[in-house]
């Protein structure tokens, strides 16, 4: 049926412009037209307060509770530091012979511009301001997850999509379940990627999120050892104890938000704090392979 078809398409091409949308409005390293995003709230950090989407700001408010539920594992406002591991990590993928570690100086100065309570939100005038001019918004840890949660109840409720898995780059959304009647079943990728295994697990869902914090996703390599992206606020160095963690819960933005905070956290603290937590699931591979569950996970697994 054509008309089918053709709904089919124009369905899949809202749903991709408003990634695009979403994108844009959280990028920190690129300017849009007449579009005011994280970068231009960073851009005039102790200038003035910035015009934004109510978009930036629900995603900011989300951000800073979470930063608050997760003891500080999980800090929208260390861009300063993020850029410095950033920077270097571009150069040493770019020139592996000559890879090296941020110094440690840097990183500390870089770490006094990260207090979260220097964003300042004015809601009724769609304002966000940073006052430490040397601040800066870094939103990967949420954004993705974010985004993806918006656009599937965008998908749900303004589309009328009953049936639909969403995948992004770690961040996996079910709506409903699979138009057979059973569960979708996602897989959670093997760490290892030289491996002839690519998926360590498999987990079956309705309605949930899947997000996974992994070291191989983002990484450079420094005297033989791996730097991955994901940086400890209080170490300033790269997370080091799990290869990864996979978080299960009904809301992406929260999942991402976890998943991050998690992977910073040593295993028992991050055990006993997603087992208080309803609703939210966790899996951790540690360095060695070995996998390690919170209490309900394995309801999932198959």
Not at 235 to 240: F, N, S, V
Not at 282 to 296: C, H
Request: hydrophobic content about 35%; glycine content about 8%; charged content about 25%.
């Amino acid at each position: 049926n054509s008309s089918a078809a053709s709904d089919v398409y124009k369905r899949q091409s809202l749903i991709k412009d408003k990634f695009q949308y979403y994108n844009d409005l959280y990028d920190i390293y690129h300017d849009y037209e007449g579009m005011n995003n994280i970068k231009t709230i960073n851009d005039n950090a102790g200038i003035q307060p910035v015009k934004v989407d109510e978009e930036i700001i629900e995603l900011l408010k989300l951000g800073i509770t979470m930063d608050e539920k997760t003891d500080g594992n999980m800090n929208i406002a260390m861009g300063s530091v993020l850029s410095i591991w950033h920077d270097y990590r571009e150069a040493g993928s770019e020139d592996p012979d000559s890879a090296e570690l941020p110094p440690m100086d840097e990183l500390e100065r870089a770490a006094e511009h990260t207090d979260i309570h220097n964003i300042v939100i004015d809601e009724e005038a769609s304002t966000v301001y940073l006052t430490d001019p040397d601040m800066s918004l870094d939103v990967g840890s949420i954004g993705k997850g974010y985004a993806v949660q918006k656009v599937a109840e965008y998908a749900k409720n303004e589309l009328g999509i009953r049936y639909m898995l969403f995948s992004v780059g770690g961040n996996v959304c079910a709506i409903g379940g699979h138009p057979n009647g059973s569960a979708w079943a996602v897989g959670i990728q093997n760490p290892d990627v030289e491996s002839d295994q690519a998926y360590i697990k498999k987990v079956e869902v309705q309605d949930l999120s899947v997000v996974t914090s992994g070291n191989y996703q983002r990484y450079y390599t420094v005297d033989g050892k791996r730097y991955c992206h994901i940086i400890n606020q209080d170490t300033l160095m790269p997370a080091d104890n799990f290869s990864s963690v996979t978080i299960i819960t009904n809301d992406s933005g929260m999942a991402d938000a976890y998943s991050t905070a998690v992977f910073n956290m040593p295993l028992a603290e991050g055990m006993e704090f997603v087992n208080q937590l309803d609703g939210v699931e966790a899996m951790w591979i540690l360095e060695d392979g070995s996998i390690q569950y919170s209490d309900g996970f394995e309801e999932y697994t198959r």
